[in-house]
Each structure stands twice: as structure tokens, then as C-alpha cells.
Nanobody, 119 residues
Framework: QVQLVESGGDLVQSGGSLRLSCAASGNIFRIHSMSWYRQPPGKQRELVANINSLGPTYADSVQGRFTISRGESENIVYLQMNSLKPDDTGIYFC??????????????WGQGTQVTVSS
């Protein structure tokens, strides 16, 4: 069994910064990629950033403002969010593609953390 736990969500003023963290634990053989998604109020979940062995990629809406990185423990991923805008408001979810054995690969999600940016 694998668990992902996010933290760091908060209420922040426009132009401010936050850093989200996501820690994976459990029966982990290998982590292939880790991603951050967000779900704005009343909208569908969208990909914000992804990081794998080839490096990071970002949605156009956050390029240049957000940075995704892995921790010293590769079971941790961060999302540094700068120059926040009200449109960045939403529930932020961590997702990881994880092998629990050499043969079994699956996607796992965290429970989400709320980010609210006030104007």
C-alpha cells in the first residue's frame, strides 16, 4: 500500500508565495514520476507540473512562477509557487507513478491541500 500526503496549503495574498510538499510512503519499489494537479472551484482538475528522470515540465499558466523539485529523499516532491494570483486558487493534489514491485506500476493520489489566493 502507498500513501501520499500533501502539506503547505494556506491563504495568501496576491503576489505572495507558498511551498507545497508531498511525501510518499509505503510499499515503494521505484517512483517514476511525481506531479502536482489543481482543481479550481467549479472546474476540472488540471495538471500544473510534472517531474521525472527527463526533468520538469509545467503548464503554460504557471511557467516561470512555479518550480517543481524532488527532495533529498526522492520520495518527496515540492512545488514552490511564487507571484501567486487569484486564479491559482484551488485544491492542489499530488500524484505519483509508482512501482510497488518490478512488475506492478500504478498511479497514486494524495488527499489534496487547499490554496487560496486573495486579491
Amino acid at each position: 500500500q502507498v500513501q501520499l500526503v500533501e502539506s503547505g496549503g494556506d491563504l495568501v495574498q496576491s503576489g505572495g508565495s507558498l511551498r507545497l510538499s508531498c511525501a510518499a510512503s509505503g510499499n515503494i519499489f521505484r517512483i517514476h514520476s511525481m506531479s502536482w494537479y489543481r482543481q479550481p472551484p467549479g472546474k476540472q482538475r488540471e495538471l500544473v507540473a510534472n517531474i521525472n528522470s527527463l526533468g520538469p515540465t509545467y503548464a503554460d499558466s504557471v511557467q516561470g512562477r512555479f518550480t517543481i523539485s524532488r527532495g533529498e529523499s526522492e520520495n518527496i516532491v515540492y512545488l514552490q509557487m511564487n507571484s501567486l494570483k487569484p486564479d491559482d486558487t484551488g485544491i492542489y493534489f499530488c500524484k505519483a507513478a509508482i512501482r510497488t514491485t518490478a512488475q506492478v506500476l500504478g498511479d497514486y493520489w494524495g488527499q489534496g491541500t487547499q490554496v487560496t489566493v486573495s486579491s
